[in-house]
């Protein structure tokens, strides 16, 4: 296992609260990533630090199995100037353990990989998890996806 330590980052997008229970985040999720390109969300974002973007899970109720809430959109240079209609955050640093979803990303390769995670025996800190839509995502046939999962 890979560990990686992560800074401290300013984020603002689009957000949700949700949960696995009842395949709840299945409905959800997929509809904030049409709502974020329906509205053109990334144009609205300010300060962009890079091109990248980011899905978050945090605020866990508990683990994976309870309420948690989803952000998606961008790191930022500071919370300064957050649009109405989108949120603000300050997402805190720590170890992560890198997951990696390879292949067409609309068969489902990021929920493949969450499977796993969920499955899995890793000392999950439930602080934030992080999807990273980078440059080796823009081909969804041959997508990467980063998936970054905080531990204790």
């Not at 984020?11 to 609260?17: E, T």
């Not at 899905?55 to 790191?75: A, F, S, W």
């Amino acid at each position: 296992m890979q560990l990686t330590t992560i800074p401290s980052f300013a984020f603002i997008g689009l957000s949700i609260r949700t949960t696995n229970e009842n395949q709840q985040a299945m409905q959800d999720i997929p509809a904030l990533w049409a709502r974020f390109f329906t509205e053109n969300t990334l144009a609205k974002i300010p300060d962009k630090v890079d091109d990248m973007l980011y899905c978050i899970y945090t605020d866990y109720e508990k683990d994976h199995t309870k309420p948690y809430t989803t952000l998606l959109g961008c790191k930022v240079e500071s919370l300064d100037n957050i649009p109405d209609g989108l949120t603000g955050r300050l997402i805190n640093g720590g170890i992560y353990t890198t997951f990696t979803a390879q292949g067409n990303i609309n068969e489902g390769i990021v929920i493949q990989e969450w499977i796993k995670i969920w499955n899995s025996d890793i000392n999950r800190a439930y602080t934030a998890d992080i999807e990273v839509y980078g440059a080796k995502a823009q081909n969804p046939e041959k997508a990467e996806i980063a998936i970054l999962i905080a531990i204790q």
